[in-house]
């Protein structure tokens, strides 16, 4: 293992929890999902964390059901584990949530696609 790159990961990973980074619960919806992705992608981008490390960290963050969904599913449906694939799972499964008084909410991905440059 290069002594460089653990040394880079293990800064990456301080930087990343030093930012108090959102959790998604998916029972107590607290923090809406628009929010945590949004939140992830910004510490991703200001703390320059590499794309290999991004859905380990971002699935540390998930609580309750999402937690226990990510658990069962994540080394099997994603291969690849990138980021893009990630959130496309977790919207596809708990986004986006309607507003309080609001119909069901759509499950459609392109809802977020401003939040990508």
């Known amino acids: 293992m290069d002594p460089v790159r653990v040394e880079e ?5 301080t930087s ?14 607290t923090v809406s999902l628009a ?12 703390s320059h964390i590499q794309a290999r490390l991004q859905v380990s960290l971002a699935s540390r ?3 309750a059901d999402a937690r226990l969904w990510w658990m069962t599913l994540g080394e099997q449906a994603m291969p690849e584990r990138t980021w893009g694939h990630f ?9 986006p949530i ?3 008084g609001a119909d069901a909410p759509p499950r459609d ?6 939040m990508h440059p």
Do not use: H, K, N
């Open 35 to 46: 929010a945590w992705l949004y939140d992830m992608e910004l510490i991703f981008r200001t």
């Open 16 to 29: 990343f929890y030093e930012s108090f980074p959102l959790v998604f619960d998916s029972t107590r919806r």
């Open 9 to 13: 990961d293990r800064d990456a990973v």
């Open 98 to 100: 309607p507003a309080e």
């Open 109 to 114: 991905p392109e809802i977020y696609q401003d």
């Open 61 to 63: 963050c998930l609580r």
């Open 87 to 95: 959130r496309s799972l977790v919207i596809g499964r708990y986004g």
